[in-house]
């Protein structure tokens, strides 16, 4: 049986798949396929009434690629000569990620007609409906002829358009002429058919037959959507005797993301694919959208998910208005889709104003209390207040703290100096030094988001005076707790620093200007650089302009010996300046180093003064000292640029701008010598320290707390970035998950998310070339990739991580249930597997048994390498006195966990009744099998903030795994926290254990009863076994031993760049 015996029709609607098959389909093995995955099929009611007015897109089901059409009747005039037709048989002549009809036409002395079996009904009350299509010709005259029919009672009306023999086709729309005719019908139901009338042949000197093209063919019912054009599969005639069946489906996010299709077994078949058409956001305006389209479109705008207005875009600059419903002055998602619902075009965060007022004019023209959404500025000001209740600063004056916030919403102009107070700090930690000269509303504004900005390291801070005239030099009496340098002649910016860096008490001291607004966590952020990098010496924030636009994120210096602001004016929520990453200078407007090197490289350089390229040159001076300078994204300032010395380059102290370019370029020559062309690829110009780029996809973001599985991946990316590479993380589902991924930033891992890119295939298409290799874990995540990474980066290697052999822990579980159904789909599990495998460069594996079956299975045609686990071992790990019961880890999520927890409570803890066993489960995703689980003896204690809780309070740790694959994270950092583990041989697989010196495997239950009694009861083999599973750990599964695994991975594919 193939899928054209078994499927009438499909029709596509607002996210689901509707198809019309016979009712057997799901029990002959139907299936549906949605960016490369399998989704559920259900099916539906019997009693199915399709509603008149629902969106779709309808789909009459080809035959296979390559299969010809049946020569048909078309309006009773017979098909007087055969002609052959295919669907995308010839690639060069089948439209991009399209459906294309391929006729090869006989005959050519008569003129003719060649029927096209495909008729489109549109439903009665729908309003009017379109035929569209691409067409286009070889060496003949032709014409399109589209017949609308009413049925009974009407009288059918037919439209021929002849083809332009300017259009050849080919691959690229732009190749075919477009025919769009609408219907002559609106209130009734109208069935649409087409076919290809010949008149001649039109020689070019070949003798080559003549080909007619027919692409995307397609009706579009009035203002509800679209159905592709497909030959109808007569045995399932019109519906009488089928049934309906539902998929969930998600809709296309590119002109590149792979088909919808439908699968029978090994066979496939497209069925809709997404449409050749591209959307750019010209502007937001926050209360309306500038748009334009490649080609014109009718789209639905939805807000939120839900569709609320059709639009029309053009070419040119479109203006959208948006509802004033939205008006609210809140963030909503605003997405613009087709007319059915299934493919979304632009999708984009917008704030919609509740006022339009600048908040410039009504911080003057009004008075307190200002609208709390003022500015994009306030979203951090409230984390700020957020975090002082959390964590109160010792002797901070709420008083001070109210005066702050209270001022932060008036202007420069507006404002009034009141008293606020700092803490008075004995040991400060930080050392923030702030020059100023005149301008006091200045200073105590920044003053003001400085106190706001709540940070839990200790600072203190040194205003310079640099001989003000105004209140300036008299800030003391304003502002308490802080401490005034003065100069009594104005030394300018250099200068003051120097002075005050000299006053300072703090470990760290940082450089920021008065005309700034830090936001919450901006010190702490910075400090965690030092901390968290290797040989670090100087950090620098992210710059934001106070309408919340990027003013610089981390600087370059050309090959030219002149700077570069990145990403000057672009969104900085963008991915690429949202991780931490080395660069050639940061803004003095906030930067920090240590008072041991800025004593060491002697501060800002006199030859500079009085101001201009001091914070380059610290920067060069800082490398030159042997260490390391870093952007840190996380630390966020908004910058008021120019409140001091201006913006003009030509005039005032500005003009020393261009003074000191040629002094700086003089000093540092030889430094900047070898970087990159003055314009050209700053994207990748700005990342420095690297010796390649690597790109890790997976179908998530890692939560290494969540799962063994994550804990893994954030261990290879480090390993990764421990070689010198710099990595990019694309998930799989391009979702923002918070604080997990702003760990990975400021890990320095850039990582890709939604809404900058819509799709997987639209990353790789624009940014896969830049990638030296494609680190991807799982085999389903590598079906959907790797095509796409062969096209757009032939030279990247791939490297598979697949994580276990998924089809082994399916055959596994399938042969303990004796389930032949499901031991038969282990079969197309294991072929798609293979697959990818072979597909990859290099196969990375943890469990050395899975070698052997990878090897056996391909017959030796993937290549397999040992995949580095490491773990983190506890300096000390507690003592055997006070712990007490058994423990197990899992996310519950993964079967073989929820399997094994429960096969343990039913089979091994009723052996137990009567001593003093406890059983405390932990993880994530316990569903209510788990908790069905609680008892006198077990408790489903659920997920842990701390992982080691689930160790360090236990006597044991249990692994009753009964199917899996892979290796088991959770037994390793079993072994390297010392409690001494009770596992299967399934759970030992491949970690090389020695049972009875550093664990204990078992089989039968009785086996289990017997090894947690003796464990329970012996302390000195629970001593010696915790001792000989550290050592072990330790031993095999460091840092230092996964590096040179992962660098002898990277090895075996070429890549011999390492530090």
């Not at 075009?345 to 008075?367: Q, Y």
């Not at 670090?536 to 636009?549: H, N, Q, T």
């Not at 990739?785 to 757009?792: K, Q």
């Not at 519950?892 to 929820?898: K, L, Q, R, V």
């Amino acid at each position: 049986m193939t899928l054209t015996d078994l499927v009438e029709s499909a029709i596509l609607s607002q996210g689901d798949l509707f198809i019309h098959a016979a009712p057997t389909a799901l029990a002959d093995g139907l299936g549906v396929v949605c960016g490369g995955r399998p989704v559920p099929l259900e099916v539906m009611d019997d009693d199915v009434a399709w509603p008149a007015d629902l969106p779709f897109r309808k789909a009459f089901v080809y035959p296979e690629d390559g299969a010809p059409l049946d020569e048909q009747l078309f309006d009773g005039t017979p098909v007087a000569f055969g002609s052959e037709a295919y669907v995308n048989a010839l690639p060069d002549w089948a439209v991009d990620n399209g459906r294309t009809l391929q006729m090869r036409v006989d005959g050519v002395d008569e003129p003719h007609l060649i029927g096209i079996d495909v008729p489109i009904v549109i439903p009665a009350g729908v309003g009017p409906g379109r035929f569209e299509a691409l067409v286009a010709a070889h060496r003949c005259d032709v014409a399109l002829v589209v017949r609308f029919d009413p049925g009974p009672g009407g009288k059918a009306e037919t439209v021929e358009v002849r083809f332009d023999p300017a259009f050849g086709g080919g691959q690229s729309p732009a190749g075919y002429q477009q025919v769009s005719l609408a219907s002559p019908f609106r209130d009734t139901e109208v069935t649409v058919t087409m076919a290809v009338r010949h008149l001649g042949y039109r020689s070019d000197g070949s003798q080559d037959d003549p080909y007619v093209f027919i692409a995307n063919a397609e009706v579009i019912a009035g203002n509800i959507g679209r159905g592709r054009m497909r030959p109808r599969h007569r045995s399932v005639g019109d519906g009488a005797g089928g049934a309906w069946f539902r998929a969930p489906v998600t809709p296309f996010l590119s002109p590149n993301d792979a088909p919808l299709a439908l699968s029978l077994g090994d066979e496939q078949l497209d069925i809709f694919g997404p449409e050749q058409n591209e959307l750019t956001l010209v502007d937001d305006y926050g209360h309306s959208l500038v748009l334009k389209a490649r080609a014109p479109m009718t789209a639905l705008l939805h807000v939120d998910g839900a569709p609320v207005d059709r639009i029309e875009i053009r070419t040119d600059d479109t203006f959208v208005r948006l509802p004033t419903a939205l008006m609210r002055g809140e963030i909503v998602t605003v997405s613009v889709r087709d007319l059915s619902g299934s493919q979304v075009f632009l999708t984009l965060p917008v704030l919609a104003p509740r006022m339009l007022t600048p908040a410039e004019v009504l911080s003057r023209e009004s008075r307190a209390p200002f609208p709390t959404d003022l500015t994009v500025r306030a979203n951090h000001r409230y984390r700020g207040l957020r975090a002082h209740l959390d964590h109160p600063v010792p002797g901070l004056d709420p008083a001070s703290l109210s005066t702050a916030i209270q001022t932060l919403d008036r202007t420069f102009d507006t404002l009034k100096l009141k008293p606020i107070a700092f803490p008075e700090v004995e040991d400060p930690k930080v050392s923030v030094v702030i020059p100023a000269h005149n301008k006091v509303e200045v200073t105590y504004y920044g003053l003001c988001a400085l106190l706001v900005a709540h940070n839990r390291a200790s600072f203190e801070v040194i205003v310079v005076d640099d001989a003000s005239t105004d209140e300036t030099a008299e800030l003391e009496t304003i502002v308490s707790g802080i401490r005034v340098v003065r100069n009594t002649e104005a030394q300018r910016f250099i200068r003051a620093c120097n002075a005050g860096v000299a006053a300072s008490r703090g470990e760290y001291v940082v450089l920021l200007n008065n005309d700034t607004e830090p936001t919450v966590g901006w010190l702490d952020a910075l400090i965690d650089a030092f901390e968290r990098f290797e040989n670090v010496g100087l950090v620098g924030s992210k710059l934001l302009y106070p309408d919340g636009s990027l003013q610089d994120a981390g600087g370059i210096v050309w090959g030219s010996g002149n700077p570069w602001n990145y990403g000057h004016r672009a969104n900085p929520w963008d991915p690429r300046f949202c991780y931490a990453r080395q660069a050639d200078y940061l803004s003095g407007a906030a930067l920090m180093t240590t008072r041991a090197i800025w004593d060491h490289v002697g501060g800002l350089s006199d030859y500079l003064e009085p101001m201009y390229f001091e914070d380059t040159d610290l920067a060069f001076k800082v490398r030159e000292a042997g260490f390391t300078t870093w952007f840190v994204p996380s630390s966020v300032v908004y910058h008021f640029e120019g409140m001091t010395s201006g913006t003009d380059t030509s005039s005032g102290f500005k003009r020393y701008q261009e003074v000191n370019r040629p002094k700086f370029k003089r000093r540092w020559a030889r430094a900047y010598a070898g970087f990159g062309k003055e314009g050209q690829q700053p994207d990748l110009e700005k990342d420095r320290g690297i010796v390649g780029r690597v790109l890790f996809i997976d179908y998530g973001i890692p939560r290494e707390d969540r799962d063994a599985g994550s804990y893994a991946a954030r261990r290879e990316i480090e390993l990764v970035q421990s070689l010198g590479y710099k990595v990019t993380f694309l998930p799989q589902n391009l979702a923002h998950l918070g604080s997990y991924t702003e760990e990975l930033e400021r890990s320095g891992v850039e990582v890709i998310r939604a809404p900058f890119y819509l799709s997987v295939a639209e990353f790789l298409e624009k940014r896969a070339a830049e990638f030296d290799a494609v680190y991807i874990t799982r085999y389903y995540v590598a079906q959907e990739t790797i095509p796409h990474i062969r096209r757009w980066a032939p030279e990247a290697k791939i490297i598979l991580n697949n994580a276990d052999l998924h089809f082994l822990r399916e055959l596994r579980s399938a042969l303990g249930s004796k389930d032949p159904a499901r031991i038969a789909a282990v079969r197309q599990v294991r072929e798609k597997e293979l697959e990818m495998m072979r597909a990859a460069d290099l196969v990375l594996s943890y469990n050395e048994v899975e070698h052997s079956v990878i090897l056996s299975h391909t017959d030796g045609q993937a290549r397999v390498m040992t995949c580095p686990w490491v773990v983190e071992i506890p300096e000390k790990v507690p003592a055997l006195k006070g712990r007490k019961g058994m423990s197990f880890l899992g996310n519950y999520g993964h079967p073989p966990n929820a399997e094994g927890v429960i096969w343990f409570c039913t089979e091994v803890m009723p052996m137990l009744e009567g001593t003093d066993a406890h059983l405390s489960i932990y993880g994530s995703g316990m569903g209510a099998d788990i908790k069905a689980l609680a008892s006198d003896m077990v408790d489903p204690a659920g997920f842990i903030e701390e992982v080691s809780d689930a160790y360090d309070r236990h006597r044991i740790f249990i692994a009753p795994l009964l199917s899996g694959a892979g290796i088991k994270g959770k037994v390793l950092s079993a072994l390297a926290h010392g409690i001494p583990t009770i596992l299967t041989p399934v759970a030992a697989e491949g970690i090389g254990l020695r049972s009875g010196h550093d664990s204990i495997i078992v089989e039968t239950p009785q086996d289990w009863a017997d090894a947690i009694l003796r464990l329970s009861e012996d302390d000195k083999l629970w001593t010696a076994m915790s001792k000989a599973a550290r050592a072990y750990a330790a031993d095999r599964f460091s840092f230092e031993a996964g590096r040179l695994k992962i660098k002898a991975a990277f090895e075996a594919v070429d890549l011999f760049g390492a530090m």
